[in-house]
């Protein structure tokens, strides 16, 4: 049997029931072939409740153990019990001992195979549940390191084998994931040089550069200097590296050693948690001066909020994202950062929050709720990055947080501490005046390579950073100049010293004041055009293109200006060459709020946030319709624009709602595939306001029929479509089309299925006329489902593998998933094999381009069937993941479609009681659909067979404990048993 700790505990692939065996399992995996005493075994089991007979619940917790994993491998041995596996016997250490071997393989292809073992170890975070406790947490970081350094090794020995265009490949993935782990940099130059490709190495290394200078205020490392410095001149790339030599082998043990030697596999063992030899070049470049600032915000985490506060510019995203980095390895659940610069109220926190997660968050309750929903139970460190201007906001949601998530580390950054219970407020002073002059070297020299800090000019130097208070993004700004001025016209140029950085008073104006001087200082050394140009730009919430540039600025000779600015550090810019797609640009936090007062001064922040907004309904209506071949990348540009897009509707809601209106409408397919609830709430305002929507108020129905429908008020939602028909302008408008097929949608969801074949077949119609693909796709699969689920399924199949073989004839990616799961819905109840085949390739297909509807039906039916075929521990896992899908998006309606799922998983597993207690709670909730055809047939029966097993009277009891559950509560319960099924 093999010990699993790389994923969640487990032996072979089968999990362990009991959270106190695998805790008692993970205790002795952290020292395997060493006797671990009673005492300790006790402490770390039970960590903070000891049983009264500690010794004898061990010992009883032993031999459940040992069931489970095999007598011998549990040895009894005074004081304690030891572990006593080989080391292929146990996953960490065979992945220990493959890196080895490994490293000392001269023959690649060889290597390549080891490391692609070795890899295949994992499942998971290493001691998943328990990896941010102690005494697992060190080893933890340890072995998820270890998985980095496979990682990069496996890239290594691409490239050793010639193959770069390979390395090129895993490479960008492990780049995207890790963008500052240099090493992995390192490596894309040298792949993308060796593959024929100097350009895109060379815009490899300014991408680099760009993130270290915007993240962390530094400089790439030597290592890759030097890389750039090949490239650049002309040097050609090596085809392959040398092989690394062998590792020599261990010398022989003395006589006396080898006789009290431990077991050759407990040696092995052992090795798996040395801690890992340094990588060829470092994770992180090392911050100037901010060594100590690093390890006591490190140090404060884990007991109650950490607060860093600081002036504007001080550096405090920089220290939180390395603080991120390096404790991020603790957190199984890993690390989100949740950017609020572009958030311009503490409504806009919470949907903020939850889009930071990765989860489009619940519709139709309070988005202060939605951040406890989708992060209960994780464990996970959560940066609130630039909080100062909705603290209280913020303040609030950490209250609740702690209140509703104890597993839930928050960071914040802020210019003033939250003053919530229990923070601990830690501040970041300017740098130290060795520090500052350093950084602004470090700087300048990136500016100008000739540049250097020498005794002729170092009291200027230190003139200029005293006068800038010692501020990173002042030295920064002020060091781009050294291509133009010396370091004394710098020093004699800036505005007076002043210091107004410490007051206690929120929003004071006095706080920004001294960067507001250096802010307005590199403004004034701008050209006119190109303050009109940064006036304007400072309209955008977060990153623009080009195109979106144009269209507000005006500036016949766009390109040019940017590229000034860019040159000026007013103005980032992101250029991805491995990827289509176009550059975006940014401005930096404190240059955006100068401009947008400067832009206040001269009257035209009303006349640029209109272009903006009008900017914002082109692109839409350019891009938001989500058909055809492109249909992936159309949702990636306007998930890429949701900054804006938030921006323009909540400007024109409250000056122009038509316009409001037209940005909504034009979203329809983005929430009938994302199910974004911040969509579906400006829909639902925009209503409520009673004011004239125009043209668009029957899209605009739609759009909340469509948040109404997924929350699981389908009365709502009718009600939405109802509205949306009588607002139509005409009998060809093509929202018809749109309210036909969700009137089939809420019909099948309430269990009418003629009514709901009706209105697709309307739908169906409808989207013909408007010349509409997608929708009249989509409304064949929403017939097909009603005709199956009334029984007939012969002609349901081979309409749903005709309409399967258009859509892939199409090249539509979004809605492939829709028709391969139709393909296999209508097959459950006559070949219910086929049918879980065609699913988790729907399950698949949808993942790959973010369809989040169809993966959340495609995930509830693999569950269904895995569980029908007896397969617990597969059905666990898919039903566990849709739980956490639907419940992530809000979606009442499927979650509880999910939740009867997993009852009868539950039941074929032999939990009964736990079945019965989710089948009273289901019973009692008032919101999703109806239960109708096979799948209430199946629940009528499964009632009876608990009622049977359990007894009516035990089984009224369970379901009355179900009832008396909230939502949360009933979803919490499943979530735990699916753990252990």
Known sequence: MRLRVLGTIAVDDAPVRSGRVRRLLAV?????????????????????????????????????????????????????????????????????????????????????????????????????????????????????????????????????????????????????????RERRRELLVDALHRAGRPGDALAAVAAHRRVLADELGLDPGPAIRELEARVLAGEPAPTSRPPPAPAPAPAPPAPAEAA????????????????????????????????????????????????????????????????????GGSFPDGVVVAELATVATGD????????????????????????????????????????????????????RLAATCPTVTVLATSREPLGVPGERVRPLPPLADDAAVALFAERASAADPTFAVTDANRDAVTEVCRRLDRLPLALELAAARMRVVSPAELAADLPVHRRFLRSPHRGGTSRHRTLHDVVDWSYRLLEERERTVLDRLGVFAGSFTRAAARAITDEPDLDAVLAALVDKSLVTASVDHAHPGPTRYALLETVRAHVRERLDEAGETAAVRRRHAEEARGFLRRTGRLAGPDADRRLAAVLAEWDELRAAVAWSSAHDPALAADLVAALVDVGEVRMTPELFAWADALLAAEVDLGTSTPWVHAVAAEGARFAGDLDRAQEHVAAGRRALAAPGDPAAAVLAFLHSEVAGFAGRGAESAEAATAAERLAVAAGDHRLRALAICCRLLAVAYDGDHDGAVAEADALDAAVRDSGDPLLRPWSVYARGEVRVERDPAAALDLVEEAVRLARAVGEQYALGVALVTVTSLRTRQGDVPGAARAAAESLEHWRGTGNRTHLWVGLRAVVELLAQAGRDDVAAELLGGLAARRSGGALFGADAARLAALRDDLAARLGAEALDRAARRGAARDDDGLVDLAREVLRAP
């Open 28 to 180: 002795l995996a952290l020292d395997p072939g060493r006797v671990v005493g009673v005492d300790r075994l006790v402490d770390d089991v039970w960590p903070g409740e000891a049983p009264v007979h500690g010794e004898a619940a061990l010992h009883s917790l032993i031999a459940r153990a040992r069931r489970v994993l095999g007598a011998a491998a549990l040895a009894t041995r005074p004081p304690g019990y030891a572990l006593e596996l080989a080391a292929d016997d146990l996953d960490a250490t065979a992945a220990a001992g493959l890196h080895q071997r490994a490293r000392g393989e001269v023959d690649a292809h060889a290597r390549a195979s080891l490391l692609d073992e070795a890899l295949a170890l994992w499942h998971g975070p290493a001691f998943a549940e328990f990896a941010d406790e102690e005494p697992f947490r060190p080893v933890a970081v340890r072995l998820e390191e270890l998985r980095r350094e496979l990682e990069d090794a496996r890239a290594q020995t691409d490239l050793d084998l010639g193959r770069p265009g390979d390395a090129v490949a895993r490479l960008e993935v492990l780049v995207a994931a890790e963008p500052l």
């Open 260 to 327: 009290n030697a431990p077991s050759a596999a407990s040696t092995r063992a052992n090795g798996a948690f040395a801690p890992p030899e340094a990588s060829p070049g470092p994770a992180l470049p090392a911050m100037i001066g901010r060594g100590s600032a690093l390890a006591g915000v490190t140090g404060a985490l884990g007991d109650g909020p950490v607060t860093l506060v600081g002036p504007g510019g001080v550096g405090k995203t920089t220290l939180a994202r390395h603080v991120a980095a390096s404790v």
């Open 348 to 399: 806009e926190v919470a949907p903020a929050v939850v889009a930071a997660v990765g989860a489009p968050g619940a519709s139709g309750a309070d988005a202060r709720e939605r951040v406890p929903a989708v992060l209960r139970g994780r464990r996970v460190l959560l940066v609130l990055d630039n909080a100062e201007h909705v603290v209280d906001a913020v303040a609030e949601l950490v209250e």
